[in-house]
């Protein structure tokens, strides 16, 4: 049985949005393309989700989603990601056109082409 490999093993997606359409339709369209999704609807969920379920990739987080006692937003899941994992790759979406964030921001609505770029950015050292 061969075990996976980096070069084989699916890139795994942490995708954050109170909305059910948009979220489920996101993670539709990065599964068929051979990406391993976990979606969360709130920010305390999310971030435990962050914490159990092993290594991300990648995360996508809505600026503004369900409040949780901890987590707030979408800036404070950032926060406590890079805290705990520095070189975490993530990026927020939201339609706020003038918000301030350590990491990239899409403004929706936005292409998904543009999203894919982002995942296939390499890693920042």
């Not at 949005?17 to 920010?43: I, M, N, P, T």
């Not at 989700?49 to 949780?68: C, N, Q, S």
């Not at 403004?107 to 543009?114: G, Q």
Request: glycine share 4%; aromatic share 8%.
């Amino acid at each position: 049985m061969k075990r996976p490999t980096l070069a084989t093993r699916k890139l795994r997606i942490l995708i954050v949005d109170d909305d059910d359409v948009l979220r489920r339709w996101l993670s539709a369209q990065l599964e068929c393309r051979g990406f391993e999704v976990w979606e969360e609807s709130q920010g305390d969920e999310a971030l435990a989700a962050y914490r159990r379920k092993g290594i991300w990739d990648f995360v996508l987080t809505d600026l503004y989603f369900y409040p949780g006692e901890q987590i707030h937003n979408g800036l404070d899941l950032v926060h406590e990601i890079l805290l705990m994992k520095p070189q975490q790759r993530l990026a927020i979406h939201t339609s706020e056109r003038n918000v301030q964030a350590s990491v990239p921001l899409l403004v929706k609505p936005y292409p998904l082409s543009r999203f894919l770029r982002l995942l296939r950015e390499p890693v920042q050292n």
